[in-house]
């Protein structure tokens, strides 16, 4: 499989997709993986190995129409079977669009809906502490069928030799590396994302007190008068310990340079990323028009804090948008006070300064929000094929119940790999009565019921989240619509098209009705809801295995007709088969489903028939 990844932005939103092309090469490792990018941030993505090539998106294909045309048939010519755009915005709209690729993956957007064949919606609220900037990035990976990996986060890869130059430069500098060196965001990317130089000098005094350091300023050459103004406001005794010169040349010797230090504080930026990447820890100064929930990433309180003018002056974000706070962010940085600040950062500087970062990892900063908890459970028996697939689906939810009715092949084998899952063998004797033992062992009291055949879309996985933490009370059941596959390809109409089963409800208020031996109906003791999004339903590969099952299905219905007592006669054999032919095929449309809709509505028939036919032959048994 061949992969296009897009993200045409800044330095930070490079990082934080490069987590795609990580999770992508680890769980499918004989995919090829290219990274689409502006090239001024190339640097952040060099000696990544989970990137097979990266493709240059030049600014001189901004300003010349002629020069996109050629890259984009350039883009075609690679013959993408993939493409996950990150950045949806019109350039990269164009780029999916031209590749050709079968699978397009972005957010779901009004412009650009039609593009993509998987809009995903963004969470709008996150589950975990990593920021919505990297949870959105992991919505997209799932439409590929791979679960979101919250210990996944964004690296840089710094070369030995690079390390040793950085490392030289401090002492050439005459730097101490013995005590905490800390480098110093002072500028931010834009006017609107600095923090007022007269405030920031103020920043470097706090740090400067809490105990003897080295600090260095990152700052780009276009930016040094700004630095020096800063550095001419901080006292006496902080600029003795500040080396202003001590820079890295290229983007690349500043990365190597920041790894050498201990910690970052500052504005928001690509710094601050660069730096996490590192696995640095990190105090940020949000600027007033910056959401903290999408980039305050691996905020812990530990060795990631974060401080926004919103946390101390909550009265001047009411009822305002987003384009008000951009427009007047350098105004309402003037109620940020360096005081507001100070024993905050202090505080923070301390803490971090008695802990021991040699054995530090980000992934012990990745904590879950508080929210409600989901069982997912499910019946299976010989689902080999389908069970590692279904498990990496399941991976949103808090618990993951598998009821196996000792199967045959290697499915219990499967399901033992997985640590996440908790395997209970159980002898089948019908749905109904399966399905409610399975319930018994769900912890929580939200209960999310699959088949083996199904998978949760991302929007559907979403819907599922925001629901249980925002249910009505009085709504204790969902259905959800499916989406019905045979031989992995959509089947449209034939009956399918308004096909919809109670898979999400709350397992004190149902149970499934035990007279019932197939097709199980659900008991509920309450209000239901319907979801907006569809489950797929991946039903048959073959059709030997969709008969078979229609067979295995008649048998236990005949079962069921056979304790009622009824009698088979020709209106059962012949009249009923037919009438769900015609029914599936003309009155639902499957004829518009063409062969495939000929094939389902012959063995919905068969289906039909062949349960009278074992109902006779267990008639014919008491003789």
Same mark, same amino acid.
């Given at each position: 499989?061949k992969?296009?990844?897009?993200?045409?932005?800044?330095i930070?939103?490079?990082?934080?997709?490069?987590?795609?092309?990580? *999770?992508?090469?680890?769980?499918?490792?004989?995919?090829?993986?290219?990274? !689409?990018?502006?090239?001024?941030?190339v640097?952040?993505?060099?000696?990544?190995?989970?990137?097979?090539?990266?493709?240059?998106?030049?600014?001189?294909? *901004?300003?010349?129409?002629?020069?996109?045309?050629?890259?984009?048939?350039s883009?075609?010519?690679?013959?993408?079977?993939?493409?996950?755009?990150?950045?949806?915005k019109?350039?990269?709209?164009?780029?999916?669009?031209?590749?050709g690729?079968?699978?397009k993956?972005?957010?779901s957007?009004?412009?650009?809906?039609?593009?993509?064949?998987?809009?995903?919606?963004?969470?709008?609220?996150?589950?975990?502490?990593?920021?919505l900037?990297?949870?959105?990035r992991?919505?997209?990976?799932?439409?590929?069928?791979?679960?979101?990996?919250?210990?996944?986060?964004?690296?840089?890869?710094?070369?030995?030799?690079?390390?040793?130059?950085?490392?030289?430069?401090?002492?050439s500098?005459?730097?101490?590396?013995?005590?905490?060196?800390?480098?110093?965001?002072?500028?931010?990317?834009?006017?609107?994302?600095?923090?007022?130089?007269?405030?920031?000098?103020?920043?470097?005094?706090?740090?400067?007190?809490?105990?003897?350091?080295?600090?260095?300023?990152?700052?780009? +050459?276009?930016?040094?008068?700004?630095? %020096?103004?800063?550095?001419?406001?901080?006292?006496?005794?902080?600029?003795?310990? @500040?080396y202003?010169?001590?820079? #890295?040349?290229?983007?690349?010797?500043?990365?190597?340079?920041?790894?050498?230090?201990?910690?970052?504080? #500052?504005?928001?930026?690509?710094?601050?990323?660069?730096?996490?990447?590192?696995?640095?820890?990190?105090?940020?100064?949000?600027s007033?028009?910056?959401?903290?929930?999408?980039?305050?990433?691996?905020?812990?309180?530990i060795?990631?804090?974060?401080?926004?003018?919103?946390?101390?002056? +909550?009265?001047?974000?009411?009822?305002?948008?987003?384009?008000?706070?951009?427009k007047?962010?350098?105004?309402?940085?003037?109620y &940020?006070? +360096?005081e507001?600040?100070?024993?905050?950062?202090?505080?923070?500087?301390?803490?971090?300064?008695?802990?021991?970062? /040699?054995?530090?990892?980000?992934?012990?900063?990745?904590?879950q929000?508080?929210?409600?908890?989901?069982?997912?459970?499910?019946?299976?028996?010989?689902?080999?094929k389908?069970?590692?697939?279904?498990?990496?689906?399941?991976?949103?939810?808090?618990?993951?119940?598998?009821?196996?009715?000792?199967?045959?092949?290697?499915?219990?084998?499967?399901?033992?790999?997985?640590?996440?899952?908790?395997?209970?063998?159980?002898?089948?004797q019908?749905?109904?009565?399966?399905?409610?033992?399975?319930?018994?062992?769900?912890?929580?009291?939200?209960?999310?019921?699959?088949?083996?055949d199904? *998978?949760v879309?991302?929007?559907?996985?979403?819907e599922?989240?925001?629901?249980?933490?925002?249910?009505?009370?009085? @709504?204790?059941?969902?259905?959800?619509? *499916?989406?019905f &596959?045979?031989?992995?390809?959509?089947i449209?109409f034939?009956?399918?098209?308004?096909?919809?089963v109670?898979? !999400?409800?709350k397992?004190?208020?149902?149970?499934y009705?035990?007279d019932?031996l197939?097709?199980?109906?659900? /008991?509920?003791? #309450?209000?239901?809801?319907?979801? %907006?999004?569809?489950?797929?339903?991946?039903? &048959?590969?073959?059709?030997?295995?969709?008969?078979?099952?229609?067979?295995?299905?008649?048998? !236990?219905?005949?079962?069921?007709?056979?304790?009622?007592?009824l009698? +088979?006669?020709?209106?059962? &054999?012949?009249?009923?088969?037919?009438?769900?032919?015609?029914?599936?095929?003309?009155?639902? !449309?499957?004829f518009? /489903?063409?062969?495939?809709?000929?094939i389902?509505?012959?063995?919905s028939?068969?289906?039909?028939?062949?349960?009278?036919?074992?109902?006779?032959?267990?008639?014919?048994?008491? %003789?």
């Amino acid at each position: 499989m061949k992969v296009l990844v897009i993200q045409q932005k800044m330095i930070g939103d490079v990082l934080t997709s490069t987590i795609l092309c990580e *999770r992508i090469k680890k769980r499918l490792p004989n995919s090829e993986v290219h990274f !689409l990018i502006n090239t001024n941030t190339v640097p952040v993505v060099e000696n990544n190995p989970y990137i097979d090539k990266i493709v240059y998106f030049k600014p001189a294909y *901004r300003s010349s129409k002629l020069a996109l045309l050629k890259f984009l048939f350039s883009i075609r010519k690679e013959k993408y079977n993939v493409v996950i755009d990150a950045y949806c915005k019109l350039e990269s709209n164009l780029i999916s669009l031209f590749s050709g690729a079968k699978t397009k993956i972005s957010y779901s957007k009004y412009y650009s809906k039609s593009i993509y064949t998987h809009p995903i919606n963004q969470a709008k609220k996150p589950r975990y502490n990593l920021g919505l900037a990297i949870e959105h990035r992991l919505q997209l990976i799932e439409a590929l069928g791979l679960s979101s990996n919250y210990k996944t986060y964004p690296k840089l890869y710094v070369s030995e030799k690079e390390n040793k130059e950085a490392l030289n430069l401090l002492v050439s500098d005459g730097i101490d590396t013995t005590k905490k060196t800390i480098m110093v965001s002072i500028i931010g990317s834009s006017e609107n994302k600095t923090y007022p130089l007269n405030y920031m000098a103020k920043i470097v005094d706090y740090i400067a007190e809490i105990g003897d350091c080295n600090l260095l300023f990152n700052y780009i +050459p276009n930016q040094i008068e700004q630095a %020096k103004e800063i550095y001419s406001f901080c006292k006496k005794s902080t600029q003795e310990k @500040i080396y202003f010169n001590t820079l #890295g040349k290229s983007l690349r010797s500043f990365i190597a340079l920041m790894n050498q230090c201990d910690y970052i504080v #500052g504005n928001d930026g690509g710094a601050i990323n660069m730096a996490k990447a590192l696995n640095k820890p990190s105090y940020i100064i949000f600027s007033p028009w910056i959401e903290k929930k999408i980039w305050a990433t691996f905020e812990d309180g530990i060795y990631h804090k974060s401080i926004h003018l919103k946390d101390v002056k +909550p009265d001047l974000f009411i009822n305002k948008s987003e384009a008000y706070l951009k427009k007047n962010s350098i105004n309402l940085y003037q109620y &940020f006070k +360096p005081e507001y600040i100070k024993d905050d950062l202090q505080q923070y500087l301390k803490k971090i300064n008695t802990l021991n970062l /040699d054995n530090y990892s980000l992934s012990q900063s990745v904590t879950q929000f508080k929210h409600t908890p989901i069982s997912a459970l499910v019946i299976t028996y010989n689902e080999e094929k389908n069970i590692d697939d279904l498990i990496e689906n399941l991976s949103f939810t808090d618990e993951i119940i598998i009821v196996d009715s000792f199967s045959t092949d290697k499915t219990i084998e499967k399901i033992k790999s997985h640590d996440n899952v908790k395997l209970i063998t159980n002898k089948f004797q019908n749905f109904s009565n399966q399905r409610n033992f399975a319930l018994e062992h769900a912890s929580h009291d939200w209960v999310l019921f699959i088949d083996a055949d199904e *998978r949760v879309t991302p929007n559907l996985k979403q819907e599922i989240i925001e629901t249980v933490n925002s249910s009505s009370k009085e @709504i204790i059941a969902y259905e959800m619509y *499916r989406k019905f &596959f045979f031989k992995r390809e959509l089947i449209r109409f034939s009956g399918w098209q308004t096909d919809k089963v109670f898979r !999400l409800y709350k397992k004190q208020a149902v149970t499934y009705k035990k007279d019932l031996l197939v097709h199980e109906l659900l /008991d509920i003791k #309450g209000s239901t809801g319907i979801f %907006k999004h569809k489950l797929l339903h991946y039903s &048959f590969d073959s059709y030997e295995e969709y008969k078979s099952k229609m067979t295995q299905y008649a048998k !236990l219905r005949a079962k069921e007709l056979y304790i009622k007592k009824l009698r +088979p006669n020709a209106y059962h &054999f012949y009249f009923k088969p037919f009438y769900r032919f015609v029914n599936h095929f003309i009155i639902r !449309l499957g004829f518009l /489903d063409g062969k495939k809709g000929a094939i389902v509505s012959y063995l919905s028939a068969y289906y039909v028939k062949q349960r009278y036919v074992e109902l006779k032959k267990m008639y014919r048994n008491e %003789k």
